[in-house]
């Protein structure tokens, strides 16, 4: 792989998908044996957010530098459509129902698309409460959509109306958006925290907790099962140049797992 971004399970057709930012192509795996099976050139550059969205068994991939969008069968790696979408694309939600959400991070949009159809129905702003969002979780039970952006701020909105419900803050630059339903906890995994919000109840939020954690462990993954969530990140060396970058130390790749109470 070259520029993983994300990850899509289809496990009734016994396949995953994973993005590959860096050469424009979709890998397509089995599930059982771990075994490539394909890399499925797309038409846009830098294929980021990746979604398997079940009543059409159809993988939909959202690139970020080119824009546009690509409609993969999850049978047999078919490409079914492709096409423009208004800005950088980031990653996807599905409600299981045969509706898509994705997010523009350049553009602070949240587009609602029709997963039969191939189309977007609607293209909802959620700037200036919202810009530059980059992570999207959903709540499936009350239709609600948990927007991350980074101007260090959350918004809340109705998933069919695009209503701008609530908007919280949160930390620095966020990548990575997780709800739990049995907790009715929202995760926002920041530069160096994970900022966590309650749901009162569908229309009313408060910030439960700033969970201080390591620098980097900006994308996370949340276990419904066991409530723990896994942060990414590395070790960082000084930037060379005052104001630089901070480079990843090779090798020190590592996971931080952090768990309720």
């Known amino acids: 792989m070259n520029g993983v971004h994300g990850v899509a399970l289809a496990p009734k057709l016994g396949h995953g998908f994973i993005t590959s930012g860096n050469t424009k192509t979709v890998k397509m795996f089995d599930l059982k044996t771990l075994q490539s099976l394909a890399d499925i050139p797309v038409a846009y550059d830098g294929p980021d957010g990746a979604v398997f969205e079940p009543t059409t068994n159809r993988v939909f991939v959202f690139a970020h530098r080119g824009a546009g969008m690509s409609v993969i069968d999850a049978k047999d790696g078919k490409v079914l459509k492709e096409m423009p979408v208004p800005g950088q694309a980031e990653f996807p ?3 299981g129902k045969g509706l898509v959400w994705d997010i523009i ?3 602070s949009l949240v587009l609602k698309i029709d997963a039969k159809e191939m189309k977007v129905l609607a293209q909802w702003p959620i700037a200036p409460g919202c810009e530059g969002p980059s992570g999207l ?3 499936l039970g009350n239709r609600r959509l948990f927007a991350g952006c980074n101007n260090e701020k959350m918004s809340v909105l109705d998933a069919d109306s695009g209503r701008i419900i609530q908007t919280l803050p949160i930390g620095v630059h966020i990548d990575a958006v997780a709800y739990d339903p049995s907790t009715k906890l929202i995760f926002n995994a920041n530069r160096s925290s994970v900022t966590i919000i309650h749901q009162d109840s569908p229309d009313l939020y408060t910030v439960a907790q700033n969970l201080e954690t390591q620098q980097g462990t900006n994308t996370l993954a ?3 099962k066991t409530g723990k969530l896994y942060l990414s990140t590395a070790k960082f060396a000084a930037p060379a140049n005052p104001g630089g970058k901070a480079a990843k130390v090779p090798g020190t790749f590592m996971v931080v797992v952090y768990g309720p109470e």
């Open 93 to 95: 939600v599905v409600d």
């Open 105 to 107: 991070e350049d553009k």
């Open 137 to 139: 979780a959903i709540d």
């Open 222 to 224: 949340l276990d419904l």
